[in-house]
């Protein structure tokens, strides 16, 4: 079993390692398998799209985590010119599992802020797992009130586990600094666009999430608890995530029914990580289309939209 | 039953009573020194331990009715309820969770939220209800939270809000965390409108509620030794797998590491935030309860006189005309 692939997507492994054999025979041999190539081809494709038509939640989780998943820093080059990376939370250190900065978008210029978590054993762990401490969130707050002060919209990118549960973490106040987050974008005077482009993993992930459009990729996920961690507490057992991630509707379709987000980005076939080059594009057209739209509203009118937006998140009956 | 117990005959059989359970005699164990207390005299402090200042967890509605208050009091938003909006089933279904803690609570919901008055000063004040579903927060109680924040708006009035949850409602799952964001925008109107908000965290105050409303007081209060914090103390140390230090997420932690303003003694809770509160809102040190003689002595005013029954009630209407807009050297005329 190759591991970059998940249980699923094995079938679908299988025959491209088939594939590029035959390619690879082909190459150095006169005999003509072109026609074997395109058969194979063709059963491929068909094969991820019937696999990938009825995904369950728990397989769509796996995907939003998936190792090959493109993190921020693959978007970054693929989306914007100019991307200039601004560290620090000046005040006690620069958190690596937020990165944020200046860049243009399609000519104007924004400000870029996201979850980046690490591909190989070493950045990981620079990176803590896309798991950021307070100074992380500070190092936002920063970000984002001098992209009000010089009138750049923010877009954030949301990929995360969770804000990390670290004796550290908590002692410079984990809580004090999402909470403010969510205070301040709430009311900030210029445009905010979140896509939650991998794993939206609760209070870690709304720490960058309030804004006027919040938009997720096909196969992200965005909850309040991981499903493992549901499953432990009200199944007692974490091997019940496959139920808790049923239970919770935690995949972008569901949350659209809810109108809790605003908008699905379609993935490639197979899943953003089987061809970044059309998940960048549409992702770029995608955020081109909701800053234009928002930058047509006055900001005051903007800001009270977006008030009432949060205040319109909950079901309940009087 | 033992055979033993079955020999005895059942006139002379003690009912065996377990352990945790002993509250409802006359009696009641203290969990912080295991002190056999007098009930009565329990309740009379507020569940605070006289022997060693243990404070046990109180309901939100006792916490309320000991805090304000006998008159004016008008509950906001009671009828508001929980709509399952995932038909959400674990174990059980989260409509006979729901059900079960409002049979054992007598609440609808895990927050009480009141207009009232503290020594005369008209504020709002909330409660979250632990034993609802461990205080969690879902869409009932992000909705009263906010109505509670919009009442003092309106009113020109500061709010108090009592703390005791374990987090965000896993049974709304991204409703709940979206709760988050609601309380939190809401206070911001309460900060623009340069209305104070006292966050009281008490005993647990976790997750999506200590990451929300909870860390957002302009004076942050604890009782003492209360879990405050993110992530529970189970999970933190699966992750760095080595023990926690003494001490780790209680009130006095947060105070050393600067997270809290003060940590006070729910005994004191009353007297130490209506002095505050008044400070805060350009008023004279409130004098409570309000008698006669001393009334014109000390404050000119003349609607506490009128009414000797302990009832000062500056109507809040006279407050609410003039919330200090934008100026915030602007001095309400009650001080002479």
Known sequence: MDPHFLDFEQPIAELEAKLDELRRVGDDNALNIGDEIERLRKKCMTLTESIFSSLTPWQISQLSRHPRRPYLLDYVERLFEDFQELHGDRAFADDRAIVGGVARLDGRSVMVIGHQKGRDTKEKIQRNFGMPR??????????????????????????????????GAEERGQSEAIARNLQVMAALRTPIVCTV??????????????????????????????????????????????????????????LLEQELIDAIVPEPLGGAHRNLDTMAATLKAALLEHLDDLAAIDMDDLRARRYRRLMGCGRFKE | ??????????????????????????????????????????????????????HHRLSARRRLDSFLDPEPREEIAPDIESVDPLKFKDLKKYRDRLAAAQKATGEKEALVVMRGALKGQPLVAAAFEFAFMGGSMGSVVGERFVRGVDAALEQGAPLVCFAASGGARMQESLFSLMQMAKTSAALGRLREARLPFISVMTDPTMGGVSASLAMLGDVNVAEPNALIGFAGPRVIEQTVREKLPEGFQRSEFLLDHGALDQIVDRRAMRDALADLLAILMHRPRPIWPVIEASAPASEPEPEARTEPASEPAPEPSTEAAAPPDGDGGAVPGQRA
């Open chain 1, 197 to 254: 482009v991998g794993e939206g993993g609760s209070g870690g992930a709304l720490a960058i999430g309030v804004g006027d459009r919040v938009l997720m990729l096909q196969y992200g996920t965005y909850s309040v608890i991981s499903p493992e961690g549901c499953a432990s507490i009200l199944w007692k057992s974490a091997d019940k995530a496959q139920l808790a991630a049923e239970a919770m509707a935690i995949t972008s379709e569901k």
């Open chain 1, 134 to 167: 307070p100074e992380g969130y500070r190092k936002a707050l920063r970000l984002m009130e001098m992209a009000e002060r010089f009138r750049l919209p923010i877009l954030t990118f949301i990929d995360t586990p969770g804000a990390y549960p670290g004796v």
């Open chain 2, 1 to 54: 039953m033992n055979w033993f117990d079955k020999l005895i005959p059942s006139r002379i059989r003690t009912e065996v009573v377990s352990k945790r359970a002993v509250p409802e005699g006359v009696w009641a164990k203290c969990d912080g020194c295991n002190a056999i207390l007098y009930r009565a005299e329990l309740e009379r402090s507020l569940e605070v331990c006289p022997k060693c200042a243990h």
